[in-house]
């Protein structure tokens, strides 16, 4: 079975610097995606990025980058020039490629602050 | 557009009563999900279905259960409420053609259940 690790509970960043959290997974697949949501304190799930397995480039969004290792299996966040707008809960996110339902598995989360 | 419409946004419930959670999309998704998330953790998935008519487990669906008549809902029933079900509930959508396919899932704003 797969499973998804978020080992930060919590992180803190001051605004305007980086702050990168992490995410590993186990999986047997060869063919998947992973996901990072953000949920603030509204309780929306909001996708902050996506990764294809098959692709060796990491994804970016804006001040969203990942670093996606797959031999290593992790998936870590880099948020740059942060704002107090990203203050939330962080989940990392795994599903397979192939047609099962395309069910996600999540990590615990990791509650980000950020300080003015 | 309204994405995924889940009501109610709150509801409180005793011991022993049923009640069931209401969820639909617009966006003519094929795929639905209910996942729920305990305090301080990720979310888990309950039930799914990948189209009407179809639905199955997922891995918690104890005290659940679900039907999927039309493509545009798909409500989640308690049958006899229990504390341990006070949770915040989350339905989710997404398309799926055929794989690979990176389309992420659409969620709700969420219900939040207590059980006393």
């Known amino acids: 079975a797969q499973t998804v690790t978020q080992s930060q509970p919590e992180m803190s960043v001051q605004e305007a610097e980086t702050v990168t959290l992490s995410c590993t997974y186990d999986?047997?697949?060869?063919?998947?995606?992973l996901f990072w949501y953000k949920q603030p304190p509204s309780r929306q799930m909001i996708l902050v990025i996506r990764q294809e397995a098959y692709k060796q480039q990491n994804a970016t969004e804006n001040r969203f980058s990942v670093n996606f290792q797959k031999a290593a299996k992790s998936f870590s966040l880099k948020i740059s020039d942060s704002q107090l707008g990203d203050a939330a809960m962080y989940f990392c996110?795994?599903?397979?490629?192939?047609?099962?339902?395309?069910?996600?598995?999540f990590g615990q989360g990791t509650e980000l602050s950020v300080k003015p | 557009n309204a994405g995924v419409t889940q009501t109610p946004k709150f509801r409180i419930l005793k011991i022993g009563q049923s009640m069931t959670l209401q969820c639909t999309q617009d966006m003519n998704h094929n795929y639905m999900y209910w996942y729920r998330q305990d305090p301080g953790m990720g979310l888990k998935l309950i039930y799914y279905s990948v189209g009407a008519g179809i639905t199955d487990k997922g891995e918690v669906p104890n005290g659940y259960n679900v039907s999927r008549s039309t493509t545009e809902d798909f409500p989640l029933r308690l049958e006899l409420a229990a504390p341990s079900q006070t949770s915040v509930y989350f339905c989710?959508?997404?398309?799926?053609?055929?794989?690979?396919?990176?389309?992420?899932?659409?969620f709700g704003d969420g219900t939040r259940l207590s059980i006393l």
């Open positions: 999986t047997s697949e060869s063919d998947y995606y």
């Open positions: 996110a795994y599903r397979r490629g192939d047609n099962q339902g395309g069910k996600l598995i």
């Open positions: 989710a959508s997404s398309y799926y053609n055929r794989a690979p396919s990176n389309q992420p899932q659409h």
